[in-house]
Each structure stands twice: as C-alpha cells, then as structure tokens.
C-alpha cells in the first residue's frame, strides 16, 4: 500500500504538525506592597481555567520594601484550585505577580514544565510566563546550546529565558525587543524585571492579550481574555495590539510598537478557546457563536423537531440556528461540569474515556424527533463517535443531523492550537480512505515527493502546494459522508447526515479577521 503516514514524512515537515500548546495568563502591578494578590490572582487565574488544565503557578514579587527585590514561585501539576492554596492567599506580600495555567502533551505534563520560569541575570531577576508556540525553537535551542546554555525544561519558555539572559547588557528594554525580534510563531508573554512589569503580544496577534484597570487600588491587570479582569473587578482598558510590548511600572503604562501589526488572530479564539463572557480583540465570544449558527441555516435550511447545542462552546451557535430557523432549542443535552475539556485532554486514551460521561441525554426530549445536533467543531470526532452519536441513538430519534459551526478542519495548526496529528482529523482519514477506495494511492506519492521538495519552502507554501493535493478531487459531501460511515457506530441504526460551516459563513460572523488556515491552508 502507498498509504503514506505523517511520521513517514521528512522529519522536518512532520515537526510542524505536532504543536499542542494553548495557556492563560495574568499579571498584576500595584504600586504598594499588598498582601491580597495571591488572592486576586487567584480568581482572575480561576477565570481562564478552560485555557489548560495540567498545571498552573505564580511569581510573586516585593520590590519595595527594604529597596531590593523579592521573589517567590509556587507552581504545580493540577488545577489553579490545587496549586493556589487558601492558606497562601495572604501568606505572601508583593506588588507585582504573574500567574500562568498550562495545557501540555501527556509526555511534557511535569512540574518542571510549569510555569512561571524564571533566573538572575545582568539585569537582575527574570520570571516569566508565555502562551503560544514558537516556530524556530528547534534552531533557537540548537544555537544556545552551541554557545554553552543548559536547559532543564522541555518547554519554548526556558529558550526566551535563555535569550532574555544574554541580551540583559543592553538594559531591559532593549533585551526584550532583541528577543522578541528572534522569535518566529505565535506568543504572548509577561515578565517581571526587577521593579517593572512587561507584557508583549506577537506581530500576528495570535494569541490574545489585553490590559485593564482595578481603578480603586490603581492597579493595573494583563489578561489572556477580559473574562479574567471581570472575575478580579478590573475596567477594561483595551487590547494589547499586536507586535506591541508594554511596560509597568509606578509611572503608569509604556507602549512600544516594535513591530508594524499584521493582525490575523486565530479563528478557534472565537470558536472554541474563549470563554463565552470574553471579548477578544473587540469581538464578542458569544456573539461570534451565535451568529454561526445563524449562518449555518441559512446555507443548510434543515428540517427538524428540536436544535441541541453540545455543551459549552455548542451552545450560542445552537440557539443563533433556532432562532434563524424557528425549530425549537433544547437543552437536551446536560454536561457534567466536573469532566474537563476532552479536546485539551492530553492523550487520545484519555479524551476516549472522558466523553463517556462528559454528556447525559433527557429522553423525552429526543426519542422519535429529528434532531439537529450543533458543536462548535469536529476535529478527531471523539466526543461525535464515542459520546454524542451512542448516547442519542439510544434514545431512538427519528434522525440525528450533525452540524459544525466551524468549516472541515483541514489543516494543521503550527501556531500552538492541539492538532498534534494531521492524520487524526476525522476529515483528513475520511479522505484518505477515500483515495484507497478509488485506487488513487499514486496521489499520495505524488504528495511525499512534493514534500522533500518543497522542504525549504516556508511551513504554509509546503501545505497549500502539497497537502491541498490531497482533498482536490473530492467534494465536502462526499468527504461528509466517509467521515459518518467512519464515525457511525457498527451498531447504530438511527439515521445521521453530517454538516459543516461554510468558510463564507465563518467570515460572515468574523469578518475582521483572517485566522482561518485550519479550514483553508491559507497560512499567515
């Protein structure tokens, strides 16, 4: 058989298709020592939980008292509840704390990968938090470690240390921006320096940042999503843009514009990371949900009895469809709100066995209706084929009619989002199997040899120019229908149809950004 599995590929072309990183972040700068910040951290970090769920830790920093600079980190495996303990709400004083909660690969979830990070240096002591991913961080290693550096984490994180580290000569500020100017991919980042607190968002604006304001106690708050500063009561003051860094301290908020903006923020923000209640980059959250559902009857007016949005994320798109369709929405599907998120889930093994009571049916609702079953994506299909599908049909509807609100996830993410596989996308395994069917195994030589070819090119010409190949000679029904007969199960006997977001109706509820190369491989 020509069936060409992604580790079969150059090395170099498989690297960028394991990328499994998507965090949260917080800081906070007061201008006297306090001794609540742990415990206003605390809520603010409890607020972007949904953002990872193998780790979490914090910094505390007293640069006042006595003229020197105190530090202490508390970081751990498990949840922000298991590492921010109650007794140490006001244990430790400070006036500066950043806070980081981790999603990792089931081989990197240790308390060592935690962060924050951090060490002296010439400029004094660094600690430091990041979310994203960086592209170059194989060649970035490689060359600190030529030039002598130790590493003691598997983590992109220690390499900006390490950067940090080296261009603390040049004073704080030029070290960041000599840094940042050698990182390539998506990050954001907040670091304390000694007496200043600095946040830096990516050129792209990939991952989101954004600044607010406890106007009572003049302090001043960096958050992954503005979700964070409604827990801590903090104003919103706006986003960080993208490639900009700022710098707080006791005069207030420094902005510097390092690098010209090329905005084009990930779509899954929007579609499944962002909390609900978040505004992200003058977006709402839900209402980027609800529209696509709207969006999504008015391309695929179906009839049926009742539309079911898959908690959480599911859920906005689910009332927007039965809003533009007049069918009733049914809360017919309840989540246990004590199983984590099964698409963060570090291992496949694990997100199997989570779905399996991650949702509960109400039969009455369900048995002998055709029911239009909404989630915010479909990317492996594990909570489709192990939960969602087995549960329904158990309850006998007339039909189950599958919606995603986001487009055929095509693509694979090397910006950070946990996509670690292309060949685990249930769109990508339908096709191949549809090649094999059809006898067209020469198509994926035909790829593989592209591949050593284009292996210099940059990660996005090598996707559009080869792995686009792949999907060109069949169409999104055809594609729709191999993943159900793959993701059918053998006992089931409800009837199901499958239906996908257009591309045109993801940029007609977002039509500010362009973040949509999962669906398109239209990469930034």
């Excluded at 303990?85 to 690969?105: C, M, P, W």
């Excluded at 301290?249 to 990930?266: F, H, L, M, R, W």
């Amino acid at each position: 058989t020509h069936y060409i599995k992604i580790s079969h590929l150059p090395h170099q072309y498989a690297q960028w298709l394991c990328i499994n990183k998507k965090m949260g972040i917080l800081a906070l700068h007061s201008k006297k020592v306090r001794k609540d910040l742990v415990g206003i951290a605390y809520y603010g970090m409890y607020a972007l939980q949904h953002r990872g769920q193998e780790g979490a830790g914090y910094t505390i920093c007293d640069s006042i008292t006595n003229g020197e600079v105190r530090i202490k980190t508390v970081k751990n495996v498990g949840l922000v509840s298991d590492v921010f303990k109650v007794e140490d709400f006001q244990k430790y004083i400070g006036n500066i704390l950043i806070a980081h909660t981790r999603y990792g690969s089931k081989n990197t979830v240790s308390a060592r990968n935690c962060q924050p990070i951090g060490g002296e240096s010439a400029m004094g002591y660094i600690s430091l938090v990041h979310n994203g991913d960086l592209l170059n961080k194989v060649e970035l290693k490689q060359e600190l470690l030529a030039n002598g550096s130790l590493f003691q984490t598997g983590i992109d994180t220690e390499i900006i240390l390490k950067l940090l580290s080296i261009y603390g000569k040049y004073g704080y500020k030029e070290a960041v921006l000599k840094t940042v100017e050698k990182l390539r991919g998506c990050f954001t980042l907040a670091m304390i320096i000694n007496d200043k607190l600095i946040g830096v968002r990516d050129p792209e604006g990939l991952r989101p940042l954004c600044l607010g304001k406890i106007v009572e106690d003049d302090m001043y708050v960096l958050a992954s999503e503005s979700c964070a500063l409604d827990a801590i009561g903090a104003k919103f003051v706006r986003d960080i843009e993208a490639g900009e860094m700022v710098v707080i301290d006791d005069n207030g908020v420094e902005s510097i514009k390092y690098k010209p903006s090329t905005k084009k923020a990930s779509s899954f923000e929007y579609i499944y990371f962002g909390r609900p209640d978040s505004v992200i980059d003058g977006i709402s959250v839900y209402d980027f949900r609800h529209k696509t559902g709207r969006c999504l009857y008015e391309q695929n007016p179906i009839e049926a009895d009742i539309v079911i949005g898959v908690p959480d994320s599911g859920v906005p798109a689910g009332i927007g469809y039965a809003e533009a369709s007049g069918i009733p929405y049914s809360a017919a599907l309840l989540k246990n709100k004590y199983v984590g998120r099964t698409f963060i889930a570090p291992a496949q093994e694990l997100r199997e066995r989570a779905v399996r009571v991650k949702l509960n049916p109400i039969k009455e609702l369900i048995k002998g209706k055709r029911v239009v079953v909404i989630d915010d994506s479909i990317v492996r299909g594990t909570t489709l084929k192990e939960s969602i599908l087995r549960i329904l049909d158990r309850l006998h509807p007339k039909k189950i009619i599958i919606v995603s609100s986001a487009p055929q996830i095509r693509y694979p993410d090397y910006y950070g989002i946990d996509m670690p596989r292309l060949e685990e996308f249930c769109v990508f395994s339908a096709t191949i199997q549809l090649i094999k069917e059809r006898n067209m195994e020469s198509l994926l030589t035909e790829v593989y040899e592209a591949c050593k070819r284009e292996i210099n090119k940059t990660k996005g010409e090598t996707i559009n120019n080869a792995v686009r190949k792949i999907y060109a000679p069949f169409t999104i029904e055809e594609i729709n229908e191999k993943i159900v007969e793959m993701l059918q199960p053998r006992e089931m006997t409800t009837p199901v149809e499958l239906v996908y977001q257009s591309i045109e109706g993801l940029h007609k509820a977002i039509p500010k950004h362009k973040g949509d190369w999962y669906f398109t491989g239209n990469y930034p």
